[in-house]
């Protein structure tokens, strides 16, 4: 695992450590909301928060933030476990769930109001709203503000037994109306939703509110440090107001640091606007290749180093920005290059016969499967084979050093070959090229390293698979900058799926397991899809060989 380097986070923590505090060790924890699918920008966090534990030889915690019961769901919460433990890491024994907290946070609630630090108020949302003043102007207070102890507590319990409506009451944090962070104004901390919870059942119908349940699900929980994002930073001060209103030590309680989210270019990071592509069948599902879901990514062929890599790479920063799609690609060929094998594949065939080599004849060719690694494989090699169409031009320019007729070019571990006849039919299209073989060329023969400026891929007719072969491309158009429009549904791209049914491969890719990466020579680098059987190949392309992320960093 690449080794965490230093952040701003890291040096915050150092300082508190260096003060004494934090005695019993480094505690984080990454609290999704299961209303969706992780996606990237996740991927951030979850490194950065299980990456700081590692890195202090501390914990941290998988916290289910389930406090909102209208959109949470079980399926996401099982898809978020395995996207986690995907990327490599572990939260061990410790999953919780906000939920699991629920009793205790009511008890946190009564403690508020038995210190009149809490008031149950009447206004409506909206009214609630209006009170609240603006950033010019202050607020207005509740004329509920001011209810006694005693009937607050009493009104908080008849909340809890269901004897009102949804909307009809709330419980609020009584600190200032004039605060100029509108946050600090009297925040909702408890409302009433009349709605069954995915884990609590009916238990409860009045729940905690967000910026209530977060801190004290960190206190409880005994992290360390919250590790959120920016917006988080106008939430900090009810934050410590509301772990200093209940007592919980400085030495020990948590401390929030924002960090900034993480933005790609041309790619979408909200969960509900990915819903949406799922739900209006945009793509195929939360794991369509095109989504930048982390089980979208997985399906696309990224690997977990590729996505670790990338997101140690970023590092960590203060101030909102846009990071280049290009170099998250870079970390994934990468990781690529090192450990998948090259094979030959030809996504457009054109057929080749090979005149002068005899129609039974064939040879199983070594071949190289990772220059890094070693390892060899044998290809056969027959009179008749494929190449891709775009390696051959009837009307080539000087400088096209593929094949043209009466030219020459190198077979990739195989023979030199001269175009002696193009083959075509009625309407004019090419069907086949004939070309002869230049026997003592292959590796090792006499004129193996005769001078030929071209080299192509190859496929054996007979002994080709033939493959269906998905090729993606973005899946929103995007201004100049990379940035997604808001109306990104408008935006979406018309040709980010392109579907190849008769490509030919080499034998060699058989039976492999979904998963399995393979670059093809001169196209890019290529995954089986899951929905691969034994009949019927299906590899998605993972990214080009292409690195622009490489050409960025060299000007
Ligand atoms: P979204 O805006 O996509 O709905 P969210 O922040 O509401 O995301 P949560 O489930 O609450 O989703 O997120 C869990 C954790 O992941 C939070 O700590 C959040 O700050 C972090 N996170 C979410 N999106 C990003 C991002 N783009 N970059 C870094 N961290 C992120
Ligand atoms: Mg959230």
Redesign the pocket.
Known sequence: MAEQSSNFIHNAIDEDLKQGKYTDGIHTR???????Y?????A???C?NFGTAEKYHGLCNLRL?DTNPTKEDTEYVDSIQEDIKWLGFSWGDRKFYASDYFDQLFDFAVKLIEKGLAYVDDLSAEEIKAYRGTLTEAGKESPYRNRSVAENLALFQRMKAGEFADGEKVLRAKIDMASPNIVMRDPVIYRIAHVAHHRTGDKWCIYPMYDFAHPLSDAIEGITHS???LE?EIHRPFYDWLLDSLDFDPNTRPRQIE?A???LTNTV????K?RQLVEEHYVSGWDDPRMPTICGLRRRGYTPAAIRNFCEEIGVAKADSLVDVAMLEHCVREDLNEHANRVMAVLHPLKVVITNYPEDKQEWLLADNNPMHGGTRFVPFSREIWIDRDDFLEDAPKKFFRLKPGGEVRLKHAYIIKCDEVIKDAAGNITELHCTADPDSKTGGPTANRKIKGTIQWVAAPTALDAEVRLYDCLCETDENGNVPSDFIAALNKNSLEVIKDAKIEPSVHLTAAGTHYQFLRIGYFVVDPDTTPEHLVFNRVVGLRDTWAKVQNK
């Open positions: 990454f609290p999704p909301e299961p209303n969706g992780l996606h990237v920008g996740h951030k966090s979850i950065l933030d590790i959120c994002t988080f960090f989210r993480l933005n990071t909200s969960k509900r990915l």
